[in-house]
């Protein structure tokens, strides 16, 4: 980075202070989202060590024919690190979304996580909830994760036909029952390719294996997964 762009970030911190996401303490110019004590203490699952086998992964095995797992940290309710997600779905900042998602890939990159990966497509919103909020919070994560590995954003391969309602408060089967026939496949070019799925918070993975389920109907398709937070359900 330049030394006209440092003087410019640290101008633009003097007008308009950013704060910690978690913690709202004033943040230093090189610093994203969170204060450095806020990310040293954020819960992370360690799960780009073991993507193949970890306790994400196998809420997929015999469902779909998914290769590697990774959730960034363990959201807990009420917990300090899940403003992160309110903020990000409720509060209109969806730049959380892409710094998350840009830290996310990051941490990948260096465990190997996306070699094989031919495409990253978001977990889609229904449209009407998508214009309410002004986003999808999932394309803005898979936005920070495609600008820090190059590999192409496919946001129109499928869509999402009903809602529902909110899952949050579903137990395993509502939320399954939810989220069937929920999505729609609306491009088949994706034939024969290693899809990265992406979205925000898995609790059971109904979510994902309805869309799973949905793109594997272009034929001999697998699939990666990664998300913000992994629930915790105790």
């Not at 006209?4 to 978690?22: N, Q, T």
């Not at 450095?36 to 360690?46: A, E």
């Not at 070019?189 to 992406?198: A, F, K, P, R, V």
Request: aromatic fraction near 8%; glycine fraction near 8%; hydrophobic fraction near 40%.
């Amino acid at each position: 980075m330049s030394r006209w762009s440092d003087w410019g970030k640290a101008l633009l911190d003097v007008i308009a202070p950013r704060c910690c996401a978690v913690c709202g303490r004033r943040l230093s110019v090189d610093e994203q989202v969170m204060c450095g004590r806020c990310n040293l203490h954020l819960p992370r699952t360690g799960f780009e060590l073991q993507p193949y086998d970890n306790e994400m992964a196998k809420m997929f095995w015999g469902l779909i024919p998914v290769e590697r797992c990774v959730a960034f940290f363990y959201y807990t309710s009420h917990a300090p690190e899940s403003r992160l997600i309110y903020d990000l779905k409720y509060h209109h900042h969806p730049e959380i979304g892409y710094q998350l998602g840009h830290m996310l890939a990051r941490d990948c990159m260096q465990a190997g996580f996306f070699e094989g990966i031919d495409m990253i497509i978001p977990i889609p919103l229904y449209k009407k909830r998508e214009r309410q909020r002004g986003y999808n919070q999932s394309v803005e994560i898979a936005r920070g994760v495609a600008e820090a590995t190059g590999l192409p954003l496919k946001k129109d391969v499928v869509e999402r036909i009903t809602f529902g309602g909110s899952q949050t408060l579903r137990d395993r089967w509502q939320r399954t029952e939810n989220v069937e026939d929920a999505f729609r496949l609306k491009d088949t070019s994706i034939t024969g390719h290693h899809i990265l799925l992406i979205d925000d918070i898995v609790t059971t993975g109904a979510t994902i294996c309805s869309c799973a389920q949905e793109l594997l109907r272009a034929g001999n398709v697998k699939f990666s997964v990664l998300c913000l937070g992994l629930a915790n359900r105790e």
